[in-house]
């Protein structure tokens, strides 16, 4: 740690002979467009600057303009665009007064900029450029402002800028230079010169003057990025820079980089923007290329996941600094959680990350890392060149040089980046700007990236407890389902599905998608998964279950609807029923690898008509059919419509082999479109081997019901070779359920007997939802009450379970041979 703090000490001592040695390299490289950009840059670098501006006289010298910046946005600061020359600001006073101004927190509370800027917690300083030249205007966040070094670092880069005279509109007459354009801001007309053209590949008599020409011919990507620039709501005062790709007719796109200032209008003339285009590829190609930094921030806007971020990171660095690896990591309490490595190979590291290796990225205390700790403590970019002291777990990362860049935000530090080489690395002061630059964005964009992982694996949670969580063992068939959430941001989508065991061998086999893709859809999902089950259970037909869903669903009062399709399946007979709601036709891959989309006739979605029919369609499956119900998600993207994916899920479906249906399932789903939630449920059916003997017997009221039953018991059993005790007791069980449905309740009653795998069912069906309630105590007295307690003692077992408009009480029996 001694020699650590020594050689910071010694970074210290030497800092201002750095800034002239690195201000000197400018002043002597040829001249270049972002010659002012790179001088403006050793601010953030050398003098702790979040923010560094060059305000100059434009054309009307009653003001003066940003030219250009370098850091965080101004708009973070209160900072305008422009200032009167005689007004209140500090630009103005120094401009006019020829002197640097310190300003603290306290002295930018009574500036009149202040109310843009509430309770400014930053420092201030400005420093005259030369007599009316402008000014140069750095904040500082650090606390106490702007130290000794710091100020001298800045009066160093004040005499190093040199900004160009201000270009004014271009010539309504005459040529253009033939790599500048000029652009009226108010019609879209655009002037460009021959060079412009041929970067476009664009023939001068083929041109219509106007810019969305241009435009069309660029990336799409890059458009949001252009339209910044030459929209006039967007555009600031000022010098811009950017880099776009423009489509060719052949190979990859071609770079293009911008240069462009706005200009005011004024006395009749519209405001203008000028500049210039250039092949970035002839270009200067070195690390602190502002287009470096332009398109990190491009990748790290549609970084997703922590993963995501170190790959980006990684991209931007690695190949330009030449480094020979990088790490990125997470900091968790004392721990570096390491999230990327480049390259992967533990071999790469040094031995105290492989001994500390967790499964695939090594976890190593900060504690481990003095220096590191003390870096990150700072909240510096910090460079180690060859042969710097440094303990063995970083030693061995750079031994050639290394930089540490914590990356801050929100006021702490998420993470730190970790570059190193092997042969020995002289870091250039431009190098320094941008790894500056790069850790910022790096800081944020982990930051917003550990949200969205946390957040993306808490709806995938809630997702997966609105779903089932494993499919029941079915009769005759196997069933296997999958889901896949959407990739797309963070909402929880609305697709769903469910398998439901019915009495005598049926199974409904479920499918659905609510409207959206928020909390409210996942809420709806649920409800409507459970309604849908609640209502199949009662025993409604497929046809009512889905119209009491509907009503359900306009009662609640939402917005949204839903699609389902509903399959009630005979695992005894391989009949089936099938109602769709809006949804998607089935698809049926035959035994001999045929597939049909099955035309079944649909009603219109749940909850949007209160009068709705839901037709019932019958299908028939044979032995070996599999039965495909899927959603949206998976047959329709931007490239296909739903016919297509339809025909598409029916070919590959056709493919696969159903004797393996996990398989298929996750090959249907290969490849599959994550911009929408996916459902997929596969059902094979196989058939019974051993069907139950069935019969019915309606019951009347009638004076001699009871015994029309037992006469009807007797003589079924005795053709199914039930043996004569078994009979004896089925006709007490017959009875006693028929009686207590007659006394008790009104309507229809029936009686129905199934005998499979050596156990006989008895039940009776009434009208009446109330089920029996077997009582704990009768007395003598007592002229009721004991029906249920004798078919409790004589059976195996017994239950009630509601049907459609009542109840149905049996009994199951063991026949003894």
Same mark, same amino acid.
């Given at each position: 740690?001694?020699?650590?703090?020594?050689?910071?000490?010694?970074?210290?001592?030497?800092?201002?002979?750095?800034?002239?040695?690195?201000?000197?390299?400018?002043?002597?490289?040829?001249?270049?467009?972002?010659?002012?950009?790179?001088?403006?840059?050793?601010?953030?670098?050398?003098?702790?600057?979040?923010?560094?501006?060059?305000?100059?006289?434009?054309?009307?010298?009653?003001?003066?303009?940003?030219?250009?910046?370098? /850091?965080?946005?101004? +708009? $973070?600061? &209160? *900072?305008?665009?422009?200032?009167?020359?005689?007004?209140?600001?500090? @630009?103005? =006073? %120094?401009?006019?007064?020829?002197?640097?101004?310190?300003?603290?927190?306290?002295?930018?509370?009574?500036?009149?900029?202040?109310?843009?800027?509430?309770?400014?917690?930053?420092?201030?300083?400005?420093?005259?450029?030369?007599?009316?030249?402008?000014?140069?205007?750095?904040?500082?966040?650090?606390?106490?402002?702007?130290?000794?070094?710091?100020?001298?670092?800045?009066?160093?880069?004040?005499?190093?800028?040199?900004?160009?005279?201000?270009?004014?509109?271009?010539?309504?007459?005459?040529?253009?230079?033939?790599?500048?354009?000029?652009?009226?801001?108010?019609?879209?007309?655009?002037?460009?010169?021959?060079?412009?053209?041929?970067?476009?590949?664009?023939?001068?008599?083929?041109?219509? /003057?106007?810019?969305? +020409? $241009?435009? &069309? *011919?660029?990336?799409?990507?890059?458009?949001?990025?252009?339209?910044? @620039?030459? =929209? %006039?709501?967007?555009?600031?005062?000022?010098?811009?820079?950017?880099?776009?790709?423009?489509?060719?007719?052949?190979?990859?796109?071609?770079?293009?980089?911008?240069?462009?200032?706005?200009?005011?209008?004024?006395?009749?003339?519209?405001?203008?923007?000028?500049?210039?285009?250039?092949?970035?590829?002839?270009?200067?190609?070195?690390?602190?290329?502002?287009?470096?930094?332009?398109?990190?921030?491009?990748?790290?806007?549609?970084?997703?996941?922590?993963?995501?971020?170190?790959?980006?990171?990684?991209?931007?660095?690695?190949?330009?600094?030449?480094?020979?690896?990088?790490?990125?990591?997470?900091?968790?309490?004392?721990?570096?959680?390491?999230?990327?490595?480049?390259?992967?190979?533990?071999?790469?590291?040094?031995? $105290?990350?492989?001994?500390?290796?967790?499964?695939?990225?090594?976890?190593?205390?900060?504690?481990?890392?003095?220096?590191?700790?003390?870096?990150?403590?700072?909240?510096?970019?910090?460079?180690?060149?060859?042969?710097?002291?440094?303990?063995?777990?970083?030693?061995?990362?750079?031994?050639?040089?290394?930089?540490?860049?914590?990356?801050?935000?929100?006021?702490?530090?998420?993470?730190?980046?970790?570059?190193?080489?092997?042969?020995?690395?002289?870091?250039?002061?431009?190098?320094?700007?941008?790894?500056?630059?790069?850790?910022?964005?790096?800081?944020?964009?982990?930051?917003?990236?550990?949200?969205?992982?946390?957040?993306?694996?808490?709806?995938?949670?809630?997702?997966?407890?609105?779903?089932?969580?494993?499919?029941?063992?079915?009769?005759?068939?196997?069933?296997?389902?999958?889901?896949?959430?959407?990739?797309?941001? $963070?909402?929880?989508?609305?697709?769903?599905?469910?398998?439901?065991?019915?009495?005598?061998?049926?199974?409904?086999?479920?499918?659905?998608?609510?409207?959206?893709?928020?909390?409210?859809?996942?809420?709806?999902?649920?409800?409507?998964?459970?309604?849908?089950?609640?209502?199949?259970?009662?025993?409604?037909?497929?046809?009512?279950?889905?119209?009491?869903?509907?009503?359900?669903?306009?009662?609640?009062?939402?917005?949204?609807?839903?699609?389902?399709?509903?399959?009630?399946?005979?695992?005894?007979?391989?009949?089936?029923?099938?109602?769709?709601?809006?949804?998607?036709?089935?698809?049926?891959?035959?035994?001999?690898?045929?597939?049909?989309?099955?035309?079944?006739?649909?009603?219109?979605?749940?909850?949007?008509?209160?009068?709705?029919?839901?037709?019932?369609?019958?299908?028939?499956?044979?032995?070996?059919?599999?039965?495909?119900?899927?959603?949206?998600?998976?047959?329709?993207?931007?490239?296909?419509?739903?016919?297509?994916?339809?025909?598409?899920?029916?070919?590959?479906?056709?493919?696969?082999?159903?004797?393996?249906?996990?398989?298929?399932?996750?090959?249907?789903?290969?490849?599959?479109?994550?911009?929408?939630?996916?459902?997929?449920?596969?059902?094979?059916?196989?058939?019974?081997?051993?069907?139950?003997?069935?019969?019915?017997?309606?019951?009347?009221?009638?004076?001699?019901?009871?015994?029309?039953?037992?006469?009807?018991?007797?003589?079924?059993?005795?053709?199914?070779?039930?043996?004569?005790?078994?009979?004896?007791?089925?006709?007490?069980?017959?009875?006693?359920?028929?009686?207590?449905?007659?006394?008790?309740?009104?309507?229809?009653?029936?009686?129905?007997?199934?005998?499979?795998?050596?156990?006989?069912?008895?039940?009776?069906?009434?009208?009446?939802?109330?089920?029996?309630?077997?009582?704990?105590?009768?007395?003598?007295?007592?002229?009721?009450?004991?029906?249920?307690?004798?078919?409790?003692?004589?059976?195996?077992?017994?239950?009630?379970?509601?049907?459609?408009?009542?109840?149905?009480?049996?009994?199951?029996?063991?026949?003894?041979?």
């Amino acid at each position: 740690m001694a020699d650590v703090a020594s050689e910071g000490a010694a970074v210290r001592r030497t800092r201002t002979e750095r800034a002239e040695l690195a201000l000197d390299t400018l002043s002597a490289a040829p001249p270049s467009p972002d010659r002012l950009r790179r001088v403006l840059e050793q601010g953030l670098v050398l003098a702790g600057a979040a923010f560094v501006g060059a305000y100059v006289p434009g054309r009307d010298p009653s003001a003066l303009y940003l030219a250009e910046s370098v /850091g965080l946005p101004r +708009t $973070l600061f &209160g *900072l305008r665009d422009g200032y009167p020359v005689t007004g209140g600001s500090p @630009v103005a =006073e %120094a401009h006019r007064t020829g002197r640097s101004l310190w300003l603290g927190p306290q002295e930018l509370a009574d500036c009149p900029d202040s109310r843009r800027t509430p309770s400014p917690d930053f420092s201030l300083a400005v420093l005259p450029l030369g007599p009316a030249a402008g000014c140069l205007l750095a904040v500082s966040e650090q606390p106490g402002g702007f130290g000794t070094d710091d100020r001298a670092c800045l009066e160093l880069i004040a005499r190093a800028v040199a900004v160009p005279a201000p270009a004014g509109p271009a010539p309504e007459t005459g040529e253009l230079p033939a790599d500048a354009f000029s652009l009226a801001m108010d019609t879209g007309r655009i002037e460009v010169g021959d060079e412009i053209l041929r970067l476009f590949e664009i023939e001068r008599e083929d041109f219509d /003057g106007k810019v969305e +020409t $241009l435009l &069309g *011919l660029t990336v799409p990507e890059d458009l949001p990025a252009l339209m910044s @620039v030459v =929209e %006039a709501d967007h555009m600031s005062i000022g010098e811009r820079e950017l880099e776009f790709r423009v489509l060719q007719p052949s190979g990859p796109p071609k770079w293009l980089r911008l240069s462009g200032r706005l200009l005011e209008g004024g006395e009749g003339r519209p405001a203008r923007l000028v500049g210039t285009v250039a092949d970035a590829s002839t270009l200067r190609s070195e690390v602190t290329d502002v287009a470096r930094v332009q398109r990190l921030a491009a990748a790290l806007a549609t970084a997703g996941t922590v993963k995501d971020v170190g790959k980006a990171v990684v991209a931007a660095l690695r190949k330009p600094l030449q480094a020979d690896r990088i790490a990125l990591a997470e900091l968790e309490n004392d721990r570096l959680v390491v999230t990327v490595l480049d390259p992967p190979e533990p071999d790469a590291w040094p031995e $105290l990350w492989r001994t500390e290796w967790r499964t695939e990225w090594p976890d190593a205390p900060v504690r481990a890392m003095p220096t590191l700790a003390a870096a990150l403590r700072e909240g510096r970019a910090r460079i180690w060149p060859a042969g710097s002291p440094l303990e063995p777990a970083l030693a061995d990362v750079g031994p050639g040089g290394l930089a540490v860049l914590p990356l801050p935000a929100d006021g702490r530090m998420a993470g730190a980046c970790l570059i190193g080489w092997d042969r020995p690395h002289e870091f250039a002061p431009d190098e320094r700007a941008l790894l500056t630059a790069c850790a910022g964005l790096a800081g944020q964009a982990l930051l917003r990236a550990h949200a969205f992982d946390a957040e993306h694996e808490l709806v995938g949670m809630l997702q997966r407890t609105l779903l089932p969580r494993r499919l029941p063992r079915l009769p005759g068939g196997v069933a296997v389902a999958r889901y896949l959430p959407t990739t797309e941001g $963070l909402e929880v989508g609305g697709d769903w599905y469910d398998v439901i065991p019915l009495t005598d061998n049926h199974v409904a086999l479920v499918i659905g998608d609510v409207q959206g893709h928020n909390a409210g859809a996942a809420t709806l999902m649920g409800q409507m998964r459970t309604a849908l089950r609640a209502y199949a259970a009662e025993g409604h037909s497929p046809d009512v279950v889905v119209a009491h869903a509907n009503r359900l669903l306009l009662d609640m009062e939402t917005d949204l609807f839903a699609t389902c399709c509903y399959v009630d399946l005979d695992m005894e007979q391989g009949t089936a029923l099938c109602v769709r709601a809006g949804h998607l036709q089935p698809v049926l891959r035959n035994p001999d690898g045929s597939t049909e989309i099955v035309q079944a006739e649909g009603g219109p979605p749940l909850g949007v008509l209160t009068q709705a029919d839901f037709p019932m369609t019958p299908l028939r499956l044979q032995t070996g059919t599999v039965l495909a119900l899927t959603t949206d998600g998976l047959v329709e993207s931007a490239d296909a419509d739903i016919d297509e994916g339809m025909d598409r899920l029916a070919r590959e479906l056709a493919a696969a082999d159903p004797a393996h249906l996990n398989l298929v399932a996750d090959a249907l789903l290969t490849g599959a479109h994550r911009g929408d939630d996916v459902a997929l449920l596969l059902m094979r059916y196989d058939g019974m081997a051993v069907r139950p003997l069935r019969e019915s017997w309606t019951v009347w009221r009638l004076p001699e019901a009871v015994r029309h039953a037992r006469r009807f018991t007797g003589r079924t059993l005795r053709s199914w070779g039930v043996s004569r005790d078994t009979i004896d007791v089925a006709l007490l069980v017959v009875s006693e359920l028929v009686t207590n449905a007659l006394v008790h309740t009104d309507g229809q009653v029936r009686l129905d007997m199934s005998l499979v795998n050596h156990r006989l069912r008895l039940a009776v069906t009434d009208a009446s939802p109330r089920s029996p309630v077997k009582p704990t105590n009768i007395g003598w007295e007592a002229t009721g009450g004991r029906g249920i307690l004798l078919v409790e003692a004589v059976s195996e077992d017994w239950g009630t379970v509601p049907v459609s408009g009542g109840k149905q009480v049996w009994a199951d029996l063991v026949p003894h041979a």
